[in-house]
C-alpha cells in the first residue's frame, strides 16, 4: 500500500534561521524520519521572484537554501529534494488552476495583504496570485499532507478547493489535501518581541544556523529583556521558549522557576542559551561547511532530485493536459 504523500516548500530568501528551524524543518526531518510519508521538500524560487532580491542573489541562495536543509537533517534518501524551478510542470499547472480560481477568494487570502504592506513599492500579480502557485506545487505531486501551523490553514483550504473545482469541472483526479496540523513555537525577533523573527528586520533580529558561538553570545546579549519593574516581558517568555527548544530540560525549569521567582540573572540566561543554541547547531555547521566546498555532491543531489520529483510531474500534467482538452 503506498503511503500518504507529504509535501512542503521554503523559499530562498536568506540563510535558515531559528525561527526557520522550529518553524519548518525540525517537523520536516522528524516526519521525513517517520518513514510514514513519501516526502517532496522543495526550494521554492518561483515564489522569491515576487520580492525585491537581485538575480544573483538569488541564484546563490537557491543552492545554500538545499545545503542548509541537508546539514539540517533532509536526506535525499529518504526524501526528494528538489528546487521548484527545475521542474517546469509547476508553472503550467499553475496557470490551469489560475483559471478555475475566483478572484474574490484570492482577494481574502492574508498573505497577500501582509505582503502588499511589506513590499508597498512592489505590489505585483504575482503576490496576488501566489496562492495558486502553491496549489500548484502541493497538487502536482497529489499531496495528501501538508504539515502547517494553525495560522496557515487558509492556504491548505484553498488546495481543497481548488482541488474539488478541478475535479467537478474536468473529472475526479486530485486529492483532497489535509492538514498535518503541528504545534510550531512562536519565535520573536530578539530586539522587537512582540514581531517575528523575520531577517528583513536586520540581522540583529535573528539567529542563523550557521552562526558561529560568538555571534550567537553577541546578538543575545543585546536581546530585549525586561524594563525595571516589568512583569510578563515577552523578551524574557522568548528567550525561555528557545531555552525550552535548544537547552537542558534542567536549565529551563531552573530560569522559568527564577522568572517567577523575580530573581532572574538576564546575562546568565543569555549565556546558557547562548551556549545551548551554539552546541546544538555544531553539527549543522560542520556539515554546512563540508558541503559548501562540496559543489559537485550539492549538484548532484539537486539533479537527482529533480529527476525524481520531474517524472511524478510529468505524469501528473500528461492527464491534467487531456482532461482540459489541450492534447
Known amino acids: 500500500m503506498s503511503k500518504p504523500i507529504l509535501f512542503s516548500g521554503i523559499q530562498p530568501t536568506g540563510n535558515l534561521h531559528i525561527g526557520n528551524y522550529l518553524g519548518a524543518v525540525k517537523n520536516w526531518v522528524t516526519l521525513q ?21 537581485t538575480a544573483e542573489e538569488r541564484r546563490e541562495q537557491i543552492t545554500r537554501t538545499v545545503i542548509e536543509l ?4 533532509i536526506d535525499p534518501e529518504k526524501s526528494t529534494l528538489f528546487v521548484q524551478s527545475h521542474v517546469p510542470e509547476h508553472t503550467e499547472l499553475a496557470w490551469i488552476f489560475n483559471s478555475l480560481t475566483p478572484m474574490a477568494e484570492l482577494e481574502r487570502m492574508t498573505q497577500y495583504k501582509d505582503k502588499s504592506t511589506q513590499q508597498a513599492k512592489n505590489i505585483n500579480a504575482g503576490l496576488f496570485t501566489y496562492p ?15 504539515p502547517v501551523g494553525e495560522d496557515q490553514v487558509q492556504h491548505i483550504e484553498l488546495v481543497r478547493d481548488v482541488a ?11 486529492p483532497e489535501t489535509e492538514v498535518l ?8 525577533s530578539l530586539l522587537e518581541p512582540t514581531k517575528k523573527m523575520s531577517k ?20 543575545l546579549k543585546k536581546a530585549v529583556t525586561a524594563s525595571e519593574g516589568e512583569e510578563g516581558s515577552p523578551g524574557v517568555a522568548n528567550l525561555l521558549l528557545l531555552l525550552k ?27 546558557v542559551l547562548a551556549e545551548s543554541i551554539a552546541t546544538y547547531f555544531a553539527d549543522f ?18 539533479e537527482s532530485g529533480a529527476k525524481k520529483a520531474g517524472d511524478v510531474a510529468k505524469e501528473t500534467m500528461d492527464r491534467v493536459r487531456k482532461m482540459v482538452g489541450v492534447r
Not at 33 to 53: A, I
Not at 136 to 143: I, Q, R, S, T, W
Request: net charge neutral; glycine share 8%; aromatic share 12%.
Open 33 to 53: 524520519n517517520s518513514g510514514e510519508y513519501d516526502c517532496f521538500f522543495s526550494v521554492v524560487d518561483y515564489h522569491s521572484l515576487t520580492g525585491n532580491m
Open 70 to 73: 541537508l546539514a539540517a537533517g
Open 132 to 146: 495558486v502557485l502553491q496549489v500548484a506545487d502541493v497538487l502536482l505531486y497529489h499531496g495528501t499532507h501538508v
Open 164 to 174: 474539488r473545482w478541478f475535479n467537478n469541472r474536468y473529472g475526479n483526479y486530485f
Open 181 to 188: 496540523l503541528t504545534h510550531i513555537p512562536r519565535v520573536k
Open 200 to 219: 528583513s528586520k536586520g540581522q540583529g533580529h535573528v539567529i542563523e544556523l550557521a552562526d558561529e558561538p560568538e555571534s550567537i553570545a553577541n546578538k
Open 245 to 271: 527548544e535548544f537547552g537542558s530540560a534542567g536549565d529551563y525549569t531552573k530560569f522559568s522557576a527564577a522568572e517567577k521567582e523575580g530573581s532572574i540573572r538576564y546575562g546568565d540566561l543569555k549565556q
Open 285 to 302: 555547521r560542520k556539515k554546512r561547511a563540508a558541503l559548501l566546498q562540496d559543489n559537485t555532491t550539492v549538484t548532484a543531489i539537486m
